[in-house]
């Protein structure tokens, strides 16, 4: 009886050994899919991204006050006047507001959400009438991209001094 019984266990268990290996091939499968299904749509996301700040331009080194957003929008069409381009922001319906909370003694970058792709490259164009004030244009990048930006930037000096 007890050989019958101990057959029959070593019968299941052989069956239960067979089963979590299957299970375990199914598994690596499926995580692999949702691998390359995360990466995907990670890729797809990133890319959302970049077109929605394609559009878009930062300003660094602008007076910042503490209550300044009444006056930011005629200060930015003003400097962007200055720099050749006209900018409508009654008619175009951009977006400018400071990034980040006010610190006093510190400046604020302005983001500036432009309708046309056209009005940021007419910006760029002429933002070298920008070199005499402490005011430049930069793009609106991702976290991600500023980062690589910021390394790419301290390599480039190192390689410099060396050269």
């Given at each position: 009886?007890?050989?019958?019984?101990?057959?029959?266990l070593?019968?299941?268990?052989?069956k239960?050994?067979?089963?979590?290996a299957?299970?375990?091939?199914?598994?690596?499968?499926?995580?692999e899919?949702v691998k390359?299904?995360f990466?995907?749509?990670?890729e797809?996301?990133?890319?959302l991204e970049?077109?929605t700040?394609?559009?878009?331009?930062?300003?660094k080194g602008?007076d910042d006050?503490?209550?300044?957003?009444?006056?930011?929008q005629?200060?930015?069409?003003?400097?962007?006047a200055?720099m050749?381009?006209s900018?409508n922001v009654?008619?175009?319906?951009?977006?400018?507001f400071r990034l980040g909370k006010?610190?006093?003694?510190?400046?604020?970058s302005?983001?500036v959400?432009?309708?046309?792709?056209?009005?940021?490259?007419?910006?760029?164009?002429?933002?070298k009438?920008?070199?005499?004030?402490?005011?430049?244009v930069?793009?609106?990048a991702?976290k991600a991209?500023q980062?690589?930006?910021?390394?790419?930037?301290s390599?480039?000096?190192?390689?410099?001094q060396?050269?």
């Open positions: 009886m007890f050989k019958v019984i101990n057959e029959k070593t019968s299941i268990e052989e239960f050994e067979d089963c979590k299957e299970l375990e091939k199914l598994i690596k499968k499926e995580n899919e390359i299904i990466t995907e749509e990670g797809r996301l990133e890319n970049k077109e700040r394609k559009r878009n331009i930062v300003i602008l006050t503490a209550d300044d957003t009444v006056d930011l005629m200060k930015i069409e003003e400097l962007i200055r050749g381009v900018l009654g008619l175009d319906k951009n977006e400018i006010f610190i006093e003694g510190k400046i604020r302005v983001l959400k432009l309708q046309s792709f056209d009005k940021k490259i007419a910006i760029y164009q002429n933002s009438m920008l070199k005499v004030s402490n005011i430049w930069d793009d609106d991702t991209v980062d690589k930006r910021r390394r790419l930037i390599h480039l000096k190192v390689a410099r060396n050269s």
